[in-house]
């Protein structure tokens, strides 16, 4: 069982009852599986800033001594690792010999796409095969494996549910992952500028979740700041806690409710503070 993962997410992600919720069932029910009949695929979509790395993070330092540095964790940044439209039949090829080989060596592998949305379409069809139902390809099974993407692809479906529920006077706490999971898979299925765009991986349902990070409040990114400030060992008194959340820009442009970088920004917005 994963190690203090439940209780990372609560103490150190803000703002994602949906989030914690998913990926602690998830995860735990997976590791506790001694009989997967596939991998373990998560795909995690919101804005900039909202905790998609981080939680992909917490999650691997949960199965991993090391963490994102264990060897078998392995991650790919769209830009860097595929950036040529033109090479996309090389990139297929290396993809699929990089992921067989690992996956020989350790079974229980971690994979996390980065930037999904800039991936061109058709590249993460290649990886198909790793998260079908087969018992073994070629005498290895990717079973005990885990796939986690990443993407701001669907992030205007995921605001206009919180939006919603805003304009209406619910909490955001009510919001319900049924209340976002469907509208968030179509439109990102039908997203031309995702690397899921009419995927076989969403056609095929081998996506286990779609996970939505919602949109970041002023008081989410007040506690994004305190935490920040407390790991620097400063103390968190209130007038610098508002001035630095007060700092980001909010949208939309009439109810300014969201921060538009969620709580990307805090770590150099609070350079300039701290430097006196």
């Not at 007040?222 to 980001?248: I, T």
């Given at each position: ?8 997410l ?5 703002g ?5 919720k998913?990926?602690?069932?998830a995860?735990?029910?997976?590791l506790?599986n ?11 979509h ?5 905790g ?6 917490i ?10 540095h ?16 033109n ?33 061109h ?12 139902y ?6 290895v ?23 919603d ?39 095929r349902?081998?996506i ?5 990070f919602l949109p ?24 610098l ?7 980001m ?6 109810e ?18 701290l430097?006196?």
């Amino acid at each position: 069982v994963p190690s203090g993962l439940q209780e990372s997410l609560e103490r150190r992600l803000f703002g994602q009852h949906l989030v914690s919720k998913v990926v602690v069932k998830a995860v735990r029910g997976f590791l506790n599986n001694t009989n997967a009949k596939k991998p373990l695929t998560l795909s995690l979509h919101g804005w900039t800033g909202t905790g998609k790395n981080f939680v992909s993070k917490i999650v691997a330092e949960s199965i991993y001594k090391r963490g994102l540095h264990s060897k078998y964790v392995h991650q790919f940044v769209a830009t860097l690792h595929f950036p040529h439209a033109n090479s996309i039949n090389l990139y297929k090829d290396q993809l699929q010999s990089w992921i067989r080989g690992n996956v020989s060596i350790c079974p229980r592998s971690l994979f996390i796409f980065d930037e999904m949305d800039k991936m061109h379409a058709g590249l993460i069809d290649s990886i198909k095969p790793f998260l079908d139902y087969y018992e073994l390809l070629d005498g290895v099974s990717y079973r005990q494996a885990i796939f986690i993407f990443l993407s701001n692809a669907g992030a205007e479906k995921i605001t206009e549910v919180a939006l919603d529920f805003w304009r209406k006077g619910r909490s955001r706490e009510d919001i319900q992952l049924t209340d976002i999971q469907n509208a968030l898979s179509v439109s990102v299925f039908n997203n031309k500028n995702s690397g899921f765009w009419h995927s076989t991986l969403i056609d095929r349902n081998l996506i286990d979740y779609f996970v939505p990070f919602l949109p970041l409040e002023y008081r989410h990114v007040k506690m994004c700041v305190q935490v920040e400030l407390q790991a620097r060992g400063h103390s968190a008194d209130e007038e610098l806690l508002s001035r630095v959340a007060q700092e980001m820009t909010y949208f939309p442009r009439e109810e300014r409710i969201y921060s538009d970088k969620g709580c990307k920004t805090v770590d150099s917005k609070l350079d300039y503070y701290l430097d006196f």
